[in-house]
């Protein structure tokens, strides 16, 4: 997909940090499949891949209910394996609490990231400010940051967590303009939910980099910009 250059107008980036630099899913996965392993889950469930996909269910169901401001943090996070293992009577939920704890210490370790996603920063950094804006804990987004060796390209963190308020509410995104000291004319940003960070900051008026790389349908959104490689936003910045 090739773009216009353009006159620079922007000055910051807001960019989501999970599945759009770093591999979310597949440090997941990873993460995940150790925990099988270790915890011995092929004695409860025919495969990994038949466990994996009712964690993803529960997980996803999570996360979209927190976004929503339906559940609190703490719910999310004692619910992951509990629910995940809501069938297996030998597993209390005080182990799979610990075992929550476990998956939390280890992902935050996995650095795998999306591709290019170094480049675009590398690209990025000496051109813009970049913020991240992400929906994720901050006892564990730091860590995966510095696991990933990503730190040193943002100047502020935006952590819906420490904030009180999660993408796509039109009030983080207020909170990020203010912490920048920026109009919604200079900044732009880029993420891969289509829903939390674009439509989110289309909400404000602010453009998007939609990171599309299974080319979905936006439905009735319209982002500014949609990729589907990250190489590609530097025809566009």
Request: glycine share 6%; aromatic share 12%; charged share 30%.
């Given at each position: 997909?090739?773009?216009?250059?353009?006159?620079?107008?922007?000055?910051?980036?807001?960019?989501?940090?999970?599945?759009?630099?770093?591999?979310?899913?597949?440090?997941t996965?990873?993460?995940v499949?150790?925990?099988y392993?270790?915890?011995?889950f092929?004695?409860?469930?025919?495969?990994f891949?038949?466990?994996?996909?009712i964690y993803?269910a529960?997980?996803?169901?999570?996360?979209?209910?927190?976004?929503q401001g339906?559940?609190?943090?703490?719910?999310l996070?004692?619910?992951?394996?509990?629910g995940?293992?809501?069938?297996?009577?030998?597993?209390?939920d005080?182990?799979?609490?610990?075992?929550?704890?476990?998956f939390?210490?280890?992902?935050m370790e996995?650095?795998?990231?999306?591709?290019?996603?170094?480049?675009?920063?590398d690209?990025?950094?000496?051109?813009?400010?970049?913020h991240?804006?992400?929906?994720?804990?901050?006892?564990?987004?730091?860590?995966?940051?510095?696991?990933?060796?990503?730190?040193?390209?943002?100047?502020?963190?935006?952590?819906s967590?420490?904030v009180?308020i999660?993408?796509?509410?039109?009030?983080?995104?207020?909170y990020?303009?203010?912490?920048?000291?920026?109009?919604?004319?200079?900044?732009?940003?880029?993420?891969d939910?289509?829903?939390?960070?674009?439509?989110?900051a289309?909400?404000?008026?602010?453009d998007?980099?939609?990171?599309?790389?299974?080319?979905?349908?936006?439905?009735?959104?319209?982002?500014?910009?949609?990729?589907?490689?990250?190489?590609?936003i530097?025809?566009?910045?």
């Open positions: 997909m090739k773009f216009l250059l353009q006159e620079m107008k922007y000055t910051d980036i807001f960019i989501d940090l999970d599945d759009t630099l770093i591999d979310t899913a597949g440090n996965r990873i993460t499949g150790e925990i392993k270790d915890y011995n092929g004695n409860y469930f025919p495969s891949d038949d466990f994996y996909a993803y529960n997980v996803s169901r999570l996360w979209t209910l927190y976004s339906k559940i609190a943090k703490k719910t996070q004692r619910e992951r394996f509990i995940a293992l809501t069938t297996v009577e030998e597993i209390s005080e182990q799979a609490l610990a075992i929550n704890d476990d939390i210490a280890r992902i996995k650095g795998i990231l999306i591709e290019g996603a170094k480049e675009l920063l690209y990025l950094y000496p051109k813009y400010k970049i991240i804006l992400s929906n994720g804990f901050t006892e564990m987004q730091y860590k995966k940051m510095d696991s990933a060796g990503l730190s040193s390209y943002f100047d502020k963190v935006i952590l967590d420490k009180g999660n993408k796509p509410h039109p009030d983080i995104f207020t990020a303009l203010n912490e920048t000291g920026k109009n919604k004319e200079e900044v732009i940003m880029i993420g939910n289509v829903v939390n960070d674009i439509q989110g289309y909400n404000c008026e602010i998007q980099i939609w990171f599309n790389p299974e080319d979905i349908s936006p439905g009735d959104i319209k982002p500014t910009y949609t990729v589907k490689k990250l190489d590609e530097k025809s566009i910045l």
